[in-house]
């Protein structure tokens, strides 16, 4: 997410960093910088003049120029000038009255759809009683698709197949919703691939035979400035109450996400970061600025880490540590849990200093969890429980029947003592709870990752890698080395 606009940034920031003063001069450089940055990454000229005219001003001021640390004071002025950009503070879904009614809108393929799913599930963990209205009736298959993921989510989906009077299903849907005592009726409507006023005079009629509460756009980041004139038109015709900006993840500019609220005055309310429906996130702007700042995002991560991991398992496993119980079963657990959290990979990229880790975890097989779960499978119940029992014979069975070679099964048994040994005796068993928990500064690699994975413990302060990472990465390039070399000769 950001990535070009991120490095970009940090490297000005490098530069400035190691300078002792600051100048006027060497001010003006860095502004330039940051200029063609932000440009870059498709951010509005507009809000790009503004911005770089206040971020100025502000680092021209005394207290920066005579501070011991001006460098730093440049990183805090744009963070800070970033957050105000994108709005200070995340604002709130208006969701009081009861049935309240939410109405997706936006260009067809957007993401309104999966996101009227995401935000269904969202809803539906803060205990509300949700329920989900098929108001695209143009193309079948859209109500079949709501209908499946509505499934997904255990949510009901009103639908009146063969009506195509938009504004009247949605009457109807709201009259449903007040007779099951429905809390939020989520609203997903049709989009077409260009605003046409047609489109625009069916939401303005079925938002007031509603009364919707929440009229969201539903945008794809990766439109840039498109997405931004889209938002726009569609404020003006509707009066938009926030936008859910999806896509994010695959959007390396950020261009949408930086001018939209500063353009429209609308806010970002939610961000799509995934497929998956539970890649909705509420928008944050400051945890958004340290994110591109490249600063990581600890906060949410706790957040979605507590949200989804379950306290009185997370004391279990401790305690089965401590005592050194912890076995594949455990094991398993956990790894289910990690992939519950978007995988290793998006929760390293979230740390500080995490991007070059996310590099680490792309040179790791991309398979790698699945593979490990399919040993883990193969396994017998009773050779889970007790590892120690897998002598050669049953690591060949194993390795068979998960369908990988006998080395591999056995590296899996090595790193898995290794790993409880580690637990025993470091007196740091933390499991993911422990970790998260734990409060202040960058959390520890969780104890309990899977062999390779285990240690977010190997970053150091300075987001950078400590030397216990790099022994790891060492050794990871030469198992795979020699991995590759087997398989070289397998097919010899
Ligand atoms: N990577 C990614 N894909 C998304 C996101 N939101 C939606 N999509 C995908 O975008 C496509 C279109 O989504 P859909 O909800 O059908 O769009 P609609 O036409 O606006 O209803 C689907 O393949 C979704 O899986 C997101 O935040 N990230
Ligand atoms: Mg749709």
Redesign the pocket.
């Known amino acids: 997410m950001f990535d070009a606009l991120g490095d970009k940034l940090q490297n000005v920031f490098k530069r400035l960093r190691g300078q002792a003063t600051l100048s006027e001069s060497n001010i003006a450089d860095a502004m330039r910088e940051i200029r063609l940055a932000l440009l870059a990454a498709d951010v509005n000229l507009k809000v790009v003049r503004e911005f770089i005219e206040k971020v100025r001003d502000d680092c021209l001021g005394q207290e920066v120029l005579r501070s011991v640390t001006p460098g730093q004071q440049v990183v805090k002025i744009v963070n800070d000038r970033l957050v105000e950009l994108m709005g200070d503070a995340a604002v709130a879904l208006n969701i009081t009255s009861k049935p309240s009614v939410v109405m997706l809108v936006?260009?067809?393929?957007?993401?309104?759809?999966?996101?009227?799913a995401?935000l269904a599930l969202r809803l539906k963990k803060e205990r509300k009683k949700v329920m989900l209205a098929a108001a695209?009736v143009y193309r079948p298959a859209?109500i079949d698709?709501l209908e499946i993921l509505g499934r997904e989510v255990d949510v009901p989906v009103y639908v009146e197949r063969g009506n195509q009077n938009v504004p009247q299903i949605a009457a109807n849907a709201l009259e449903e919703a007040k007779y099951e005592h429905t809390d939020v009726l989520i609203i997903?409507t049709a989009?077409r691939l260009q605003i046409d006023e047609g489109m625009v005079q069916e939401l303005v009629l079925t938002s007031q035979a509603v009364r919707a509460d929440e009229i969201l756009l539903?945008a794809?980041a990766a439109l840039g400035q498109e997405a931004v004139s889209v938002a726009d038109h569609f404020h003006q015709a509707l009066g938009l109450t926030g936008v859910i900006l999806?896509?994010?993840?695959?959007d390396a500019r950020g261009g949408a996400a930086l001018s939209i609220r500063n353009v429209t005055g609308c806010p970002i309310k939610f961000?799509?970061?995934?497929?998956k429906l539970t890649?909705?996130e509420v928008f944050y702007p400051d945890r958004m600025a340290s994110r591109i700042l490249g600063m990581g995002d600890v906060v949410s991560l706790v957040e979605k880490a507590s949200a989804e991991i379950d306290e009185d398992e997370a004391r279990r496993l401790q305690k089965k540590m401590q005592k050194n119980q912890f076995d594949f079963n455990d094991f398993l657990a956990q790894l289910k849990q990690i992939t519950n959290l978007g995988g290793a990979e998006s929760i390293m990229k979230m740390l500080p200093g995490g991007r070059d880790l996310g590099k680490l975890s792309e040179q790791l097989d991309p398979k790698y969890f699945s593979r490990i779960e399919a040993m883990i499978l193969s396994m017998t119940p009773r050779e889970r429980a007790t590892p120690d029992l897998i002598d050669f014979s049953r690591r060949k069975r194993i390795a068979r029947g998960s369908g990988n070679a006998v080395e591999q099964v056995s590296g899996l048994i090595n790193q898995f003592n290794q790993m409880r040994k580690m637990m025993r005796k470091s007196g740091m068993m933390r499991n993911l709870m422990g970790a998260f928990g734990g409060g202040g500064g960058a959390p520890d690699l969780p104890m309990s990752m899977p062999p390779g994975m285990s240690g977010l413990g190997g970053i150091d302060d300075e987001g950078g890698v400590s030397a216990r990472e790099r022994q790891k990465r060492r050794r990871l390039a030469k198992l795979k080395k020699q991995q590759k070399k087997k398989q070289r000769r397998k097919k010899k």
């Open positions: 936006g260009l067809h393929g957007g993401g309104k759809t999966t996101s009227a995401k695209d859209a698709q997903d989009g539903v794809d999806t896509k994010l993840d695959g961000i799509g970061i995934g497929e890649d909705l």
